[in-house]
């Protein structure tokens, strides 16, 4: 087995354990151990019984160190969290974009619920000094869509991350308690944002093009690939120094001949390139912070694990990638510190064997159900081969805390997931300069990147978001569309007057089952691009989309209308004005001020109007 170290140390470095005078790295200098219950023997196994509440189809099972924190993606969700002996040990109500936390203690839970959820897991509320990367609850690591946890500062390099995969990418950070914007600005393909502030804070992360957000106060995670999952053939990432504790970039390779070639990603300089087989792992070491960009000809999995420099003793959570980036799977080449080992089977009769690739010792072969969990301590740092006959996942750790992680969704493997986006709505012919009454071809793409076929799909196009029912198009209908399949739709439609207000909006969803992701179900474009509607000094216009008659009569009733100026940009913006005007046919009941303005807009102030 080919196993690669190249370090890349600094002059200042300091040796792991003389940090802080702690004794382990990876937590606080007053961490101690906590301990971690195994399994008896090789082959047996302690369940999770998968008791469910009817009609509860999203479902998953984890381990944590303390620490569960759900967050909700729709309104209405229910929740119940049960024991390893099937009892309910936690329940909730929440709505959209809210979150759940409870400490229930270390051991084995399922959770489930009505809809479509993302799970959290270690200890990331009652402790400190760990990472991840979040994921949607499609339990995909890019999204449009993502809420998350960033946790205490303690050691003072601690930053949380958004990387960009596509040009003209449009964000905002905000915090999920107060909803106010705490960042925002326009990335990149390759680019990112780095906020050093707001720690202690749940998070929501919205663009208008996927993204990933990684919470990054030490090491232990798994790195998203540009195809939206952990396993792919392009990477863009981050591994610290947090308390000069070496991080690392760990290559691992599924096939023969895996060629890749890593770059530091802001002087675009290749740090090294090299070739592994299926099973080998490259590491490099890393002593100053360093930004990347990996790419490979063949599927990789890479991660920044204690696993590049230290060989035992350092606090950490890691929940691994298989070869198909989904974190659920039946190959998994996971590198490892010694330390504990946490195996779960999804469906019964699962036969699951771990070879310690390093000796070639096979160190358990045991047979697993729906629910249950093997666990097993790890003397050595190697690189485990863990296989199933079915679905399964693995979490390895040491010191029973300071770690933490988003754990895969098992539900998601079972469902379809439609998504539509911009740069999938194409305009026939291709031009911005419309005219009002020339004729338009519209055609959007719709892609099932979920893991089962989509059954009774409908399209339609509007002219402006669906709620408002200003419909270009009948509703289009396809019988079903296969995991990993795309179909294209178009419709004929007639320019209107003022082309430059009017934006294309396409909405697409399943009538028969249940998608795991539904907020990537609408994408829209406008006909003529609005650079004055556009960051980084935006405006944003919140008024109802439909609004009643006053009775019998065509007179409207009253409604509230706010426009918001807002700079996302990273300069000051000066003499700043925002006008409103109202059609002739209008009055205005109240108001604040028709005319604002600001001689000076610093980064992420606002100017308002209503």
């Known amino acids: 087995m080919k196993v690669i170290s190249l370090w890349i140390l600094c002059f200042m470095a300091m040796l792991p354990g003389m940090v802080f005078s702690q004794q382990i790295p990876g937590g606080p200098p007053n961490a101690s151990p906590q301990p971690h219950e195994v399994s008896p023997s090789p082959g047996s196994a302690t369940a999770a019984e998968w008791t469910t509440t009817s009609n509860f189809i999203y479902r998953t099972t984890t381990y944590t160190f303390s620490d569960l924190v759900i967050f909700s993606y729709q309104d209405s969700t229910k929740i119940y969290i049960r024991n390893s002996m099937g009892t309910v040990v936690d329940s909730a109500f929440m709505n959209q974009d809210e979150y759940h936390v409870t400490s229930p203690g270390a051991g084995n839970y ?64 905000i915090n999920l308690d107060t909803q106010t914007i705490l960042a925002s600005g326009i990335l990149h393909r390759g680019e990112h944002y780095v906020m050093n502030s707001n720690f202690n804070t749940f998070l929501g992360v919205r663009a208008n093009k996927p993204v990933s957000a990684l919470s990054y106060t030490d090491q232990g995670y798994y790195f998203p690939a540009t195809n939206g999952t952990f396993a792919g053939t392009e990477f863009f990432g981050f591994s610290g120094y947090l308390a000069n504790w070496p991080n690392g970039v760990i290559v691992v390779a599924y096939q023969d001949s895996t060629i890749f070639h890593l770059l530091n990603s802001v002087t675009g300089d290749t740090v090294v390139t090299d070739t592994l087989n299926e099973g080998e792992v490259f590491s490099q070491t890393v002593t100053n912070p360093f930004f990347w960009h990996l790419l490979s000809n063949k599927s990789v999995t890479v991660c920044n694990t204690p696993y590049a420099y230290y060989s035992s003793a350092y606090y950490h959570l890691v929940r691994h990638s298989d070869e198909t980036g989904k974190g659920i799977g039946t190959n998994f080449y996971a590198p490892v510190i010694a330390g504990n080992l946490d195996v779960f089977s999804y469906e019964d009769g699962n036969d699951v064997i771990i070879i310690n690739m390093t000796s070639g010792d096979t160190l358990a072969t045991i047979t697993l159900n729906q629910g249950e969990g093997y666990s097993a301590y790890i003397d050595t740092k190697t690189v485990l081969h863990i296989t199933g006959t079915k679905n399964l996942s693995v979490i390895s750790s040491h010191g029973g805390g300071w770690g933490a992680d988003f754990m895969p969704l098992n539900y998601a493997l079972q469902l379809p997931d439609l998504i539509v986006q911009t740069r999938d709505i194409i305009f026939t012919p291709d031009k911005t300069d419309w005219s009002p009454g020339e004729p338009i071809t519209i055609q ?86 609005n ?72 980064p992420f102030a606002t100017l308002e109007i209503s």
């Open 110 to 173: 399922s959770v489930e619920s009505n809809t479509p959820f993302s799970l959290l897991t270690g200890d990331p509320i009652s402790n400190a000094v760990l990472g991840y990367f979040a994921v949607d609850q499609s339990g995909r690591p890019l999204s449009t869509r993502l809420n998350t946890y960033f946790p205490q500062e303690y050691y003072g390099d601690e930053r949380f991350i958004v990387f960009a995969y596509e040009d003209d990418t449009e964000f905002r950070i």
């Open 444 to 529: 959007a793409t719709i892609v099932n990147q979920g893991n089962a076929t989509a059954k009774g799909i409908a399209v339609q196009f509007f002219d402006g978001p669906p709620q408002a029912g200003n419909t270009i198009s009948q509703r289009f209908y396809l019988d079903s569309l296969q995991a990993g399949a795309s179909a294209q739709f178009a419709t004929q439609w007639t320019i209107p007057q003022n082309p430059e207000y009017h934006k294309i909006y396409v909405q697409t969803y399943v009538r028969i089952g249940q998608e795991s992701n539904t907020d990537n179900n609408v994408a829209a474009r406008p006909l003529v691009p």
């Open 531 to 602: 650079k004055d509607l556009e960051p980084p000094l935006s405006t944003t216009i919140k008024a109802p989309s439909t609004v009643k008659v006053d009775g019998d009569t065509t007179t409207f009733r009253e409604f509230d209308l706010t426009v918001t100026l807002y700079n996302s940009g990273d300069t000051t913006a000066f003499n700043a004005r925002a006008i409103l005007h109202l059609p002739p046919e209008w009055s205005v009941v109240s108001t604040v001020s028709k005319i604002n303005s600001a001689q000076e807009m610093i």
